[in-house]
């Protein structure tokens, strides 16, 4: 099928040669996963310079530190292939704030930012809004696998492949995750803030636990615009 393409041309009020980041990025398996972690982890961060223009945008996923290097160095190959400036910083934990147990990664893109608050929430730009996507529903399933495998990288539990849970404050965005999966060849399962991802032999669950066809078909309907079908 035909690459997906974020443009981001049309999240630029003023281009600028200052711009060096690429502004048609391919949603591949690095994207993809980016963006899976970002669903997890990250939040978008403005300079609100009125009422109806948001400037100086930024992309922070936070990684434990230290345990989590591995996800800054995947970042940052990202970063660098995009051509997105990226900044880092340690931050105190939430109980003490002189231990610094964390780090934000900053991918410094005004586009980007401006897309993920289209793309990323069914309101407020908080954690309990987040969503999938739109555009994961069109691409491949290997490309899906890569963005599940970006929120379980970065809030998940369990073993990859075998049994995931994911928990979320957002609602619909245990929905879209359990919709996502079941299409990618994951079996899933919603429970109170929780998916779960069960492969294939990975546990015995009674279908009374599985989420009912109907929501199914009407939250296809309610997507069916968005995916272009």
């Known amino acids: 099928g035909t690459k997906k393409i974020v443009n981001l041309r049309k999240y630029i009020i003023k281009d600028s040669s200052r711009i060096r980041a690429v502004k048609k990025i391919p949603v591949d398996n690095e994207f ?27 992309v922070v996923i936070t990684v434990n530190y230290p345990g989590e290097e591995y996800l800054v160095a995947r970042m940052k190959n990202i970063a660098s292939k995009y051509k997105i400036p990226i900044y880092t910083n340690m931050v105190g934990s939430g109980f003490d704030r002189s231990r610094l147990s964390a780090k934000h990664f900053r991918l410094i893109y005004t586009a980007l930012a401006r897309y993920l608050r289209e793309a990323a929430y069914d309101g407020p730009t908080r954690a309990r809004f987040k969503r999938v996507p739109s555009i994961l529903y069109e691409v491949s399933p290997d490309i899906r696998k890569s963005f599940l495998k970006g929120i379980f990288d970065g809030d998940g539990s369990g073993k990859w492949g075998h049994v995931v849970r994911i928990a979320s404050t957002s609602k619909k965005l245990l929905i879209d995750l359990v919709w996502l999966a079941r299409i990618t060849g994951i079996e899933s399962s919603l429970f109170n803030e929780e998916v779960r991802l ?11 636990d599985l989420l009912p066809a109907k929501l199914f078909i009407k939250y296809f309907k309610q997507i069916s615009k968005a995916i272009n079908i």
């Open 198 to 208: 069960i492969w294939k032999g990975g546990m015995r669950y009674k279908k009374s």
């Open 32 to 58: 993809a996963w980016l963006m899976g972690l970002y669903i997890a982890e990250g939040a978008i961060n403005f300079k609100q310079t009125n009422r109806l223009l948001q400037t100086s945008g930024q």
